[in-house]
């Protein structure tokens, strides 16, 4: 559980993540014209919008100039159900009146893992990159944090890790591709990051 005091350490961190990614993302349109279109690029987060790591990457996001898409398990009325009455529905309904978009997948409350799975699955789908904010521990489950990265990398998408495992106020990022993991210490790796997932290759001198 991420308490008050993590919380506000993580927020400047995955804000960074988003503004890094934005800010490569037109760079790559500037510099890559028959590859891309003339209008500006789209930034769009995908997002299950569950209580804690979801939700923060939703406002951080939104915050930096994405559009946040809600991809739902189920439909709202029957989604809501998965949220405590109190602070924590209130955060989820505020997260989804947020959104600019609604995607209620088909998912059956009689098959809950079916269901997950199917959000991670259409998650990845959808994305060039994917942003975990996960403490880097194994699958605990059908369509958790550690399963969508592992299908993430199996599908060539790549993840930038946010990594919460340490419980202290030094959040690490790193950037986990096909072939290990590296470092996020500067802006130009976002860009290599983006390249490597458009299948664009290196940027010849």
């Known amino acids: 559980m991420l308490t008050a005091p993590y919380v506000r350490s993580l927020r400047p961190v995955v804000s960074e993540v988003f503004n890094r990614l934005r800010e490569a ?11 891309c279109s003339l209008t500006e690029a789209r930034l ?10 979801d939700q923060i990457a939703a406002k951080y996001a939104r915050s930096n100039g994405y559009r946040v898409h809600a991809v739902l398990p ?19 309904e505020r997260a989804l009146a947020a959104a600019d978009d609604i995607i209620a997948l088909p ?15 259409s998650l990845v789908r959808k994305a060039d990159v994917i942003v975990a904010i996960w403490d880097g521990q194994a699958v605990r489950g059908p369509g958790g944090t550690a399963e969508v990265v592992g299908l ?26 096909e ?5 996020v210490d500067d802006p130009e790796l ?7 997932a458009f299948k664009l290759g290196p940027v010849l001198v």
Request: glycine share 10%.
């Open 25 to 35: 993302a037109l760079n790559l349109q500037l510099a890559e014209e028959a590859f």
């Open 44 to 53: 769009l987060l995908h997002t299950g919008l569950a209580s804690g790591a």
């Open 74 to 92: 189920f439909e709202p009325d029957e989604y809501r159900k998965d949220f405590a009455k109190g602070r924590e529905l209130h955060r989820f």
């Open 107 to 121: 998912g059956q409350r009689s098959d809950l893992e079916a269901a997950y799975v199917l959000v991670g699955e």
């Open 152 to 177: 993430a990398l199996r599908n060539s998408v790549p993840v930038i890790h946010v990594d919460i495992s340490g419980g202290s106020d030094s959040i690490r990022t790193r950037a986990l591709i």
């Open 179 to 183: 072939d290990g993991e590296t470092p």
């Open 190 to 196: 976002y860009a290599r990051v983006l390249r490597g």
